[in-house]
């Protein structure tokens, strides 16, 4: 998803033990969480567990703090309990901020600033004085209070250290409130809270609205002091507080900002430091005190962060890398992109208020339509026994709500970007080997509902114009549908996805051996082609032809065309036209047709038939890369950067890969091209420097050099390790390009591998060279698609998948004539 540009309210082996690779260096070492905390990459880069539902940062009040904290010139104006990464729309979470004093001017409580807004005065720092590591985070505000925090899974531990200060007792009597509120203010009438007056636990709870769904929330909390001994306490309502009252329930008030109010303890003179322990839940406080009182019994940060840090480097110790040679920014890089796609989604699991099931419940999926491309596949390599989790909630979701989510958050029902994505999620799972505890005879139940029946409210589930798409075979652009309703835009990239979510729903239903409807949605999935329009044009915003003819095109109901510019949204168009969910938004989803035109991951070959053969396939992917027409910062351009190999080009995938690496991928605060989408960003420059890169919902790795000497990949179920190794390693990466290789020592043509090399642990080694060769260039060496290849200038047809034998090389191909960069057979 793009920065905020809307306006709305905005068959494995389960049971076995995991086994972990010994890995000599701590690869947490590398992990850097502030990559992304400026420039819009809105990233978490707090304190949290893998998928942990406790994330504690410094929230600021920038413009672009999706994440909570941001590296940017902002001022802190509190710690907050929970947070979502990466996200555009409006801010997420960040409730129950906690804020410090060193003390209240004379003594005086009303001489403290407690409003969210005014606080921001004494919440500026340097940015040297901030820690962050996976697990823990620290920051020192130029008050000269220092704030560190480490998480449980619901609960995040604090320490505030105060400055020692002047020899008047007054000036050392700490105070440290709790505001009920959150990141963008959302809060609603009847948020409550209460200070005990002898302990000092606040507990409280309010309702919020979630940033880009549907709905409402209610989260609740509970907060308890170590280390200092108290002096007073109470509530501030506003701007003023008192120690007579101990506990309110607060209006939003009639202005529509929430109006400020909290609890406060004061502490007696000398307490430093000072321990705050604070759990969320969405059930009620009790429960919130419960995860507290459990998770962290003693008040102990080392052990927190200590524990929390174990958790990190145990998930990513599943990488052993040989990185002799290579710059270390790079291996930064890679770690922390890995680390990324771990912090969403977030294991709710026994924090549903809203069905009880046995079944695991994960949140945060925000939104599909981002983290099917790379995130979750990348997961299913590194974590396969927690996407089982996520799938079975998935799936749970379905059953208890009736359709599977497109983008969740916050316990609601987000806003649905195109497709059902869901179906290619548990497509790519399925065909993977997923197994443990998922019914897929009811996760095939759910795609086929997305499918077949159309829910009132499309907004945020299921899909929309589905009469049209079964009488037409394509959704029309102003279609008319009267049993549901949605945003009715995106007519062809909804057409488009539709199709891959049906050939990904035939993918499971091959699986399950129920032939007819495997063809069935075999059949719809080629639905795309009916919006092909062969002569269309396209040109440029000063007239000059692009040169390329043939685009999809908007189709009415009485199947004649309609018209958008094939450049209309995208990165080269300044028209101003809205491009994303608004009811005036195009009929491409925040890109153009031109990067859409590519969009038909199960049919490459009919596709490059269309577009007049390998030849003119590449040069039309060039020109979409070369002139900018697509931006690596959205998640469309990612499968783009790789689609050469379909074309049997696959150096020019590594070449690309390349480029956007480091181009727009720095490990630095402003490194990301955009929001890190739930670290769909961090997936991708994981993938593409392990050196494969997936074509999501089929069982598909598209081969490129990794950008290491070597990399081991053990499997945490099967514990057979997976060894990629390049031989010539060029540092420099000039010698970028495949010259051959083996899988298990014997020759390997194919330009793909599948998941067994994972799960079975082989071993692939690739010879380089600083020109491309030939190899993986032949028709027998393509990945999957569902027509046979044709206009490739070669005597064999097309092997079926099946990997580890060699090819037999009896064939003769010219394929390499459009192309004099490839060498000869
Ligand atoms: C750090 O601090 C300055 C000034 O507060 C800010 O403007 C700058 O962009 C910051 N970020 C980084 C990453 O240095
Ligand atoms: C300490 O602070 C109190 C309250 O402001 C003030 O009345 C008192 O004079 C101060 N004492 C000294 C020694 O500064
Ligand atoms: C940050 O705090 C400083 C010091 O009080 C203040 O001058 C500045 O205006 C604040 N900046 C923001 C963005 O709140
Ligand atoms: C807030 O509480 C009042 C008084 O109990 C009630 O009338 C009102 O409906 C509540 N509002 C919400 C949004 O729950
Ligand atoms: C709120 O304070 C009142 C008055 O002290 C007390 O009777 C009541 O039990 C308190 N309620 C809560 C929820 O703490
Ligand atoms: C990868 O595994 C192989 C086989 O166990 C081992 O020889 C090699 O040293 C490992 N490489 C790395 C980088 O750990
Ligand atoms: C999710 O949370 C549940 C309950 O705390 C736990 O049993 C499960 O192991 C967690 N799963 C993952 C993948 O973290
Ligand atoms: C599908 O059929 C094959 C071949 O008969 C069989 O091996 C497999 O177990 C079947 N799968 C399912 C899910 O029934
Ligand atoms: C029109 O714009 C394209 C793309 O920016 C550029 O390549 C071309 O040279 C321009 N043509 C003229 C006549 O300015
Ligand atoms: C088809 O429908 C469009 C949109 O309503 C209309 O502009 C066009 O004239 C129609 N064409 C034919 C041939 O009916
Ligand atoms: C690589 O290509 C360049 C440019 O086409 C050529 O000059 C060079 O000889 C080639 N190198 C090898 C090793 O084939
Ligand atoms: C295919 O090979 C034939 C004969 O070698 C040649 O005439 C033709 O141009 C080639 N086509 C392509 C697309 O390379």
Redo the contacts with the bound molecule.
Sequence with gaps: MFLSRLSLTTACLATLQPVLSQSTVENIAYVNPLIGASNGGNVFPGASLPYGMAKAVADTNSGSNQGGFTLDGSNVTGFSLMHDSGTGGSPSLGNFALFSYSSCANGDIDNCVFPKVSRAAFGSFDNTTVISEPGYFSITLDSGIQTEMSTTQHTSLFKFTFPSSGSNETDEQPIIFQDLTDLSDSRQDNGSIAVDPSTGRITGNGRFLPSFAQGSYVLYFCTDFSGADILDNGIYSNSRASTAVKNFTISRSINGYPLPGGAFNRFTSGSNPIYVRSATSFISSEQACAHAESEIPDFDLDTVRSNAQDQWQEKLSVFSIDSTGVDESLVTNFFSGVYRTMINPQNYTGENPLWSSDEPYFDSFYCLWDSFRSQIPFLTIIDPASVEEMLRSLIDTYVHLGWLPDCRMSLNKGYTQGGSNADNILADGYLKGLTAGIDWNLGYEAVVNDAENEPFDWCCEGRGGLDSWKALDYIPVQDFDYKGFGTMTRSISRTLEYSYNDYCISQIAGGLNNTADQEKYIETSGNWENLYKSDQTSYFANGTTTGYTGFFQPKFLNETWAFQDPLQCSNIDESGVACSLQNTGRETFESSIWEYSFFVPHNQAELIALFGGPSNFVSRLNFLHDQDITYIGNEPAFLTVYQYHYAGRPGLSAKRSHFYIPAFFAPTPDGLPGNDDSGAMGSFVAFSMLGLFPNPGQNVYLINPPYFPSVNITHPITGKTAIIRNVNFDPTYEAIYIQHATLDGKPYTNNWLDHSFFTEGKELVLTL???ESTWGTHVADLPPSLSEYTGFNTTVVRRSAGIGQSVPRTYKSTFDTYNA?V?KL
């Design positions: 060279g600083k020109n960069g060498g």
